[in-house]
């Protein structure tokens, strides 16, 4: 019998998780500060939305302790990682800020809108919430870039499903 597998929503893993899992896309960590509050989320739903004014999209699930300070503050920033960047992926992926701080030990630095720019990201955008749209478990924030730059030369890090392992019951439950 096949082992069930589930979304850190804890929805039952579909077909349909499976085909969008082998669309190529990169991987980032969404920052931002609301008050004396730093957090960083990872995340591969972002995207150019248009081109004037420079706009991006991050979709960011509703139960995220980065989508009240989102929303909260108005800001937010797109680290984009490196190629061998997975396990700072996964730190700021695989906990909550709401129990951890995810920067007790990640250098950073800040720019105009004081989200967090991590130093040892590719590259970067700070940004300021243009909109937002509720999109069901989600709300897709719209940003304007406000500064964009590169923190060191590489590629950038792809999303592999198999980096990112998929949910058990036992891990689902804890």
């Known amino acids: 019998?096949?082992?069930?597998?589930f979304t850190r929503t804890g929805r039952e893993v579909t077909l349909a998780d499976r085909v969008m899992d082998r669309i190529v896309k990169g991987v980032a960590v969404i920052t931002t500060k609301s008050g004396e509050k730093v957090n960083g989320m990872a995340a591969t739903w972002f995207n150019r939305v248009a081109e004037?004014?420079?706009l991006v999209m991050v979709s960011v699930w509703k139960e995220n302790y980065s989508h009240d300070l989102i929303k909260n503050a108005g800001v937010f920033?797109?680290?984009i990682m490196a190629r061998g960047q997975v396990e700072t992926a996964r730190h700021?992926?695989?906990q909550s800020g709401r129990d951890v701080d995810k920067f007790s030990r990640?250098?950073?630095?800040t720019r105009k809108t004081g989200s967090p720019i991590l130093k040892d990201c590719l590259a970067f955008m700070d940004c300021r919430v243009y909109g937002s749209l509720e999109a069901g478990d989600h709300t897709i924030f719209v940003g304007e870039i406000l500064e964009s730059g590169f923190q060191k030369e590489g590629d950038p890090l792809i999303y592999d499903r198999l980096d990112y392992p998929y949910m058990t019951e036992e891990e689902l439950k804890r």
């Open 92 to 94: 700021f992926g695989r």
């Open 52 to 54: 004037l004014p420079f």
């Open 77 to 79: 920033a797109i680290n």
């Open 1 to 5: 019998m096949e082992k069930k597998e």
């Open 106 to 109: 990640i250098e950073y630095e």
